[in-house]
């Protein structure tokens, strides 16, 4: 039974697990203050091409969001968020515990608008409700697509000019920097939004992202609030070691750019069999329409999501492929579909 149920069923990289290993009876500084943490945010900021940036290494993704959000915001303001962002849908209320209202949006692509964003600022004109403040984007998004340059640069640009805090969510950053549809950089993200973070939990990392903070008035005191939500880890090396195992050399990316041709693998097959798609998705979640009949069919070999049912008869699922998704295991699957579809 092979999982294609997400992109962190495997551990780690043998490279990470490797230098964990040889680093592993060196004495180092706690919280974050090891050399090899200062070592990988120096790297960061060298690969991203900007000194002026504040660096945090951070448990998971969700923590990461529930910390930044929470403290980039202020009592009686909100997020903005898609219908299908994840800290609306899968983070068990996370950032609404903290006091702060998440304001949905129905899209039809996992991606936001300034229109759609308008809609919400329109809506939102006093003191009597929250106060709409910090636009919640995820690249790629909870449905495979990907933000284009050109895209986020009109998100920038309108947030900026109606004073609005524009956070990315960068779980699945790696696979959507690898698509062959991307035109952004990490220089162009961090020169565009007011913070972000690079995801090494789905791309080949034991745990840990890399939170970007970009703007000048979101610095301060950060430790303190990572400290006060659990955050500040005593041996922050186990993060520092893996990220500066992730970009010492390209190991980031080529891991990400296997989980998308993996997946481009299974699309191509998907499409040669003239089933249809949920939602065009250049990323590693592919979210192919079958009829229910071969979906059960499948399971019996490989357990996935059923994404939504779309009648009666077809259903839209969910595969992830991953850093670690070998290609073999990809064309057993096309096999077995071929297999199942002509029975």
């Not at 991203?48 to 929470?70: K, V």
């Amino acid at each position: 039974m092979y999982s294609f149920k997400n992109d962190y069923s495997e551990g780690a990289h043998p490279r990470i697990l490797n230098a964990l290993i040889e680093t592993n009876f060196e004495q180092e500084d706690g919280y974050g203050e090891d050399r090899y943490t200062q070592k990988a945010v120096d790297l960061l900021k060298e690969r991203i091409g900007r000194e002026d940036i504040d660096i945090h290494l951070i448990a998971g993704g969700t923590q990461t969001n529930l910390i930044a959000i929470s403290s980039f915001l202020r009592p009686h303001e909100a997020a903005i968020a898609a219908n299908t962002g994840h800290i609306f849908t899968h983070e068990t209320g996370a950032i609404e515990a903290t006091g702060h209202k998440i304001l949905t949006v129905e899209v039809d692509d996992g991606k936001l608008t300034p229109l759609h964003i308008k809609q919400i600022l329109d809506f939102h004109t006093d003191e009597h409700m929250v106060k709409p403040k910090l636009v919640y984007i995820s690249n790629s998004t909870e449905i495979g697509t990907i933000y284009k340059k050109s895209e986020l640069e009109q998100l920038s640009e309108f947030c900026r000019k109606n004073n609005l805090i524009l956070y990315m969510d960068g779980a699945r950053l790696g696979s959507a920097l690898c698509s062959t549809e991307n035109d952004l950089t990490l220089n162009d993200i961090a020169a565009l939004v007011d913070a972000f973070y690079i995801g090494g939990t789905k791309n080949g990392a034991l745990i840990g992202e890399a939170l970007v903070i970009c703007r000048e008035s979101l610095k301060e005191d950060f430790r303190f609030h990572m400290k006060q939500k659990g955050a500040l880890l005593a041996k922050g090396r186990l993060l520092g070691i893996q990220f500066l195992e992730l970009f010492r050399d390209n190991l980031f990316f080529d891991l990400a750019m296997n989980a998308n041709i993996v997946a481009d693998m299974l699309k191509q097959e998907l499409v040669n069999a003239n089933f249809k798609f949920l939602t065009h998705s250049p990323s590693n979640q592919i979210f192919p329409i079958l009829p229910n009949s071969l979906i059960t069919e499948l399971q019996s070999r490989y357990s996935f999501h059923i994404w939504e049912k779309v009648d009666s008869d077809y259903s839209a699922i969910r595969l992830v492929t991953s850093w670690g998704t070998k290609e073999e295991v990809v064309l057993a699957f096309i096999h077995d579909l071929r297999t199942f579809q002509n029975a």
